[in-house]
């Protein structure tokens, strides 16, 4: 064979694709282990029963066969009780061979066959780099299919860099500095030990030579294999010496050994005559990584047994053994298991600071340490920066058998412009139920948008000490999810009207020639084009080929501008944009329109991204985004316009949810953050399936819902639950006494306005009267069948006899229980009470039903919104409305669940109507629809889609101090 091997041979001896292991051809045919098996080098082996040679007085040891057998056996007995708990469980031992020697591949195919393992062979050429053979091993490494990785590899190729190259937890051949300390240090059950240095133990023992006491050299040898050795045998009781054969006083250390351990061959000087005719010898010659035999030079006879095949073979089993083992320790670290998670430690201060110096007062835990800790493995993160990392969706197949942990949605009462703190309960109770009650638990929350954050409210990322960490970078771009949606919008944005300008001024024939050029006298349909010519009927593959009919019906799109719906978008309050006028500039020959920008959050493109559960689905959903209508009326999508997969590139990282901790290192999920009016509201469904599977069974997910459970909650049931399939099983009701208050008849709450004295001061009357709206959110939970908690945010200001009240008026509405919460001034240890009424909740089961069919008419299910959870008398369409409905009924939009756009403030649409009022006529304005996040969402009342900034924005306070680069405040 040459130096290098041909480019396709090498090709057939990587890895096969995945799912696919090769098994290569066993050479030594069925019936290898028969007594009587010829060795590689030509010498019959002795068979069963057959007289044993070792000496005078000397037991005979057990066959060689028998041993390897029984190792054998023994593993595969393992395996497959791993494998009747785990049926997809198959173990895959791969090994990098850099030669042309196949001796250990044989062997190894061989038994890993016979215990039901699979093998992966990378052959590489024999003059291979250290380089070229770390490469192919850093692949395997990322490999999740591989439990174990041996190399066969020239033996100078084996560098310290090579060797700590493996993985730990794969390196079957117990190589690696790690696997080598644990066994020094006393952790032989957590560590892989050499199979080579454990055949050369069980072959002495099993002859029965008693280790206990006897002087053994080992001689010839280096390495992790002579480590190994000295240190099993120090375990053994033995007196252990090392040598080399040019070492002086070798002759006297040979005389004392009553065990002489060769690694490599005797020089011709050394007599035979300094080894006692009682001393036992192994011969180690064979190269056992390398797989390369090496003859001696003379051929070593003493009364003492030699064994230089015995060892190969018994090791290559021994190699199979610690292969069942990786399987069994990965198969375990799948398992739910309780997290050993190290809990931060929270000095609270009264009073309470601000919460960034809260935030910039507590040391975050590196993200690989905090993944290690909640049961991710190193390939499933990828790190940004310190405080942040994404999850990859791999993980999801890696545990689709785990159980899902308990489901607990936070809601809330109709809350005043200042927010009731429901992000803030939400990581108070996570806190509670991991770091002070030992229960695996999870934090899912919405990614703020940068307008809030420079605008009125400012961060979002909690408060006091119940905060995500570093708030910095969770309210500032975090991974730049909401960038890759505002450019994929964009771009979509630009397809619409660029496609419009183009078919304004071309012709049929010099449109298609555009759309199809020819490409070095080829022309050539994309994938996306004949997805297209497809859904016109046209099916045909040839450009060549189409009529004239044809290629107008593939080239036009028709659209009409006055139909548009898709806008371009900013993640910046910019209430200039609200409407403008685009197409002036002389190049777009005549063509303008009046057009708008929204904030970026309020893009079809983050809800699709909220409610998607794999990245297939993700382009299937922007595919189907409907941007306008043709002029004959029939919807105009994201796939019509051949942008679909260019969008999908855009969002390939951001639909991974990005990891981060809490103020005391419990793991929160911030991923996606949809508009919660003309959206759903909720954070990502694969942030709560993976939260799911990592809490495990008996473990808590517990995630947030935008504005009051009117609204956030019945989007959450009603869109997320029915496009995640998960079923909630507990709902977390947030009510203040200052929003209760207000209910009451309180005078109103103005952002950046000093709270009147009824807020500051005891008033029992005002929180009796309003405690009505907290009864009628508690309700709404109900409809859909889930137990209720009540969680009373608590104000400094907050009595206890308001308190006390708020707590037995919500349970006599049907709370499951009420529970004061101190969790901003105190951290987790602040909701405890809280924590513990959720699990009890949590274990008296829920009745989960959607509250309306979604094959009812469009005006039913908007009906049954307005009627059963807002408390209207009835809703009245406008006729664009009711335009609008007959236009997606017809094109067959009429099946998807509607997602109201209301005011927040109110159950009504009249946002100074406080309580609960009644007797109103709901008012539809309008009716849009997200196709491809998959709902339809009627407009109640006017909804801005582009906040505007206050006369003071929060921009003023916002700086960088230029010699710490820190920020200055962000809240």
Not at 716 to 723: E, H, L, Q, S, V
């Amino acid at each position: 064979m040459s130096a290098r091997l041909p480019l396709a041979l090498r090709q057939l001896c990587r890895p096969p694709p995945p799912g696919s292991p090769r098994r290569l051809r066993a050479p030594w045919g069925a019936g290898w282990e028969g007594a009587g098996w010829e060795g590689p080098r030509g010498r019959r082996r002795l068979q069963d029963g057959q007289a044993w040679s070792g000496g005078p007085g000397r037991p005979a040891p057990p066959p060689r066969d028998s041993m390897v057998r029984e190792v054998i056996q023994n593993s595969k007995e393992v395996l497959s009780l791993l494998q009747e708990k785990n049926p997809t469980f198959q173990p895959v031992l791969a090994i990098i061979q850099a030669g042309e020697d196949n001796l250990m591949q044989e062997i190894n195919q061989n038994l890993a066959e016979e215990a039901g393992l699979n093998i992966m062979h990378v052959c590489l050429p024999p003059d291979s780099s250290e380089d070229e053979i770390i490469d192919e091993i850093l692949k395997i490494n990322e490999d999740r299919r591989v439990h174990g990785l041996a190399l066969q590899v020239p033996e100078d190729s084996f560098s310290n860099k090579v060797l700590n190259s493996l993985k730990p937890d794969k390196d079957v051949d117990g190589v690696t500095d790690v696997n080598l300390g644990r066994l020094v240090r006393g952790d032989a059950h957590e560590c892989f030990v050499s199979p080579v240095a454990r055949a050369v133990i069980e072959l002495l023992e099993k002859s029965g030579v008693n280790l206990d006491g006897k002087k053994i050299l080992v001689l010839g040898m280096h390495g992790s294999l002579e480590a190994s050795l000295q240190c099993l045998f120090q375990r053994k009781g033995s007196m252990t010496m090392c040598s080399q054969w040019k070492a002086a006083q070798l002759q006297s250390k040979l005389q004392e050994a009553d065990i002489v351990v060769l690694g490599s061959p005797k020089p011709e000087d050394i007599p035979l005559t300094w080894i006692q005719p009682e001393t036992t010898v192994l011969n180690l010659f064979h190269d056992f990584l390398s797989g390369k035999l090496r003859g001696s030079s003379a051929e070593l006879r003493s009364s003492g047994l030699v064994a230089e095949e015995d060892v190969s073979l018994l090791a290559a089993a021994l190699r199979i053994q610690n292969m069942v083992s990786s399987g069994r320790r990965w198969l375990r670290e799948q398992q739910h298991r309780r997290w050993r998670l190290h809990r931060l430690k929270l000095q609270p201060l009264a009073p309470v600071p601000s919460d960034i110096e809260i935030s910039r007062g507590q040391t975050p835990k590196p993200m690989d340490v905090l993944a290690k800790e909640i049961g991710l493995l190193a390939d499933e993160i990828e790190i940004y920066g310190q405080g942040k990392a994404k999850v990859r969706l791999s993980l999801l197949e890696r545990l689709r058998d785990q159980a899902d942990g308990k489901y607990v949605l936070v809601a809330g009462i109709t809350p005043t412009p200042l927010g009731e703190g429901k992000s803030t309960v939400t990581i108070g109770l996570v806190q509670a139920l991991t770091a002070h009650l030992h229960v695996n638990s999870f934090a899912c929350l919405r990614q703020p948008s940068q307008g809030p954050t420079f605008g009125v409210k400012g961060g979002a990322a909690g408060g006091g000490y119940a905060q995500v960490i570093p708030m910095e970078e969770f309210n500032l771009h975090l991974t730049g999810d909401i960038h890759a949606i505002a450019a994929a919008n964009n771009l979509l944005a630009a397809a619409i009207d660029t496609r419009i300008l183009h078919e304004n001024t071309q012709t049929d024939k010099a449109l298609y020639n555009r759309l199809v050029p020819l490409v070095n006298g080829v022309r050539e349909f994309s994938e996306i084009q004949l997805a297209r010519l497809k859904k016109l009927g046209i099916m045909k593959t040839d450009p060549n080929t189409l009529t004239e009919e044809e290629i107008s019906q593939f080239a036009r799109l028709n659209i009409d501008p006055s139909t548009i719906t898709w806008q371009r978008v900013l993640d910046t309050n910019d209430r200039f944009l609200r409407k403008i006028t685009i197409g002036q500039a002389s190049t777009e020959k005549g063509y303008s329109r009046q057009a708008q920008f929204d904030i970026a959050v309020a893009s079809e493109i983050m809800a699709v991204l909220a409610l998607t559960h794999s990245l297939k689905d993700m382009k299937e959903r922007l595919g189907r985004m409907v941007v306008a209508s043709d002029r004959d009326g029939q919807p105009v999508t994201a796939e019509d316009l051949g942008v679909t997969g260019a969008l999908t590139v855009l969002l390939k990282d951001a639909i991974k949810p990005n990891l981060m901790q809490t103020l005391e290192g419990t793991p929160v999920f911030v991923h996606a953050g949809p508009f919660a009016n003309i959206a759903h509201g909720n954070s990502s469904v694969l942030a709560d399936k993976i939260a799911l599977k990592l809490v495990g069974e008996e473990g808590f997910v517990v995630t947030e819902a935008g504005f009051g459970a009117d609204i956030g909650m019945e989007k959450f049931f009603n869109i997320k639950c029915r496009a995640s399939g998960l079923v909630p099983n507990v709902v977390v009701l947030v009510a203040t006494v200052r929003a209760l208050k207000m209910h009451g008849g309180g005078p109103s709450v103005t952002a950046g306005v000093p709270l009147k004295k009824e807020y500051t001061e005891e008033n029992i009357q005002l929180v009796a009267d309003g405690c009505c709206n907290l009864q009628k959110q508690i309700q709404i939970a109900q409809l859909f069948g889930v137990p209720v908690v009540v969680a009373l945010n608590v104000f400094k200001t907050d009595t206890r006899a308001e308190i006390d009240l708020v707590c037995e008026l919500a349970k006599r509405a049907g709370a499951f229980d009420a529970v004061p919460c101190h969790h901003w001034s105190a951290g987790g240890k602040g909701s405890v009470d809280l924590a513990r009424a959720v699990r009890e909740a949590a274990n008296k089961g829920s009745h989960f039903q959607f509250l309306y069919d979604v094959q009812l008419p469009i005006v039913e299910k908007i009906r049954t919104i307005a009627q059963t959870v807002y408390g209207a008398k009835d809703i009245e369409l406008s006729p664009e409305a009711q335009t609008k409905i007959d236009r997606y009924t017809q094109q067959g939009f009429g099946n998807l669940p509607i997602c109201m756009a209301k005011t927040h403030l109110s159950l009504s649409h009249e946002p100074e109507r406080k309580g609960v009022p009644k007797d109103f006529i709901l008012p539809v304005s309008d009716v849009r629809a997200s196709i491809g996040a998959g709902f339809i969402y009627p407009l109640v009342g006017t909804m801005s889609t582009m906040p505007g900034l206050p006369t003071r924005p929060c921009f003023y306070d916002i700086d960088l101090d230029t010699e710490t680069e820190q920020v200055k405040g962000l809240f």
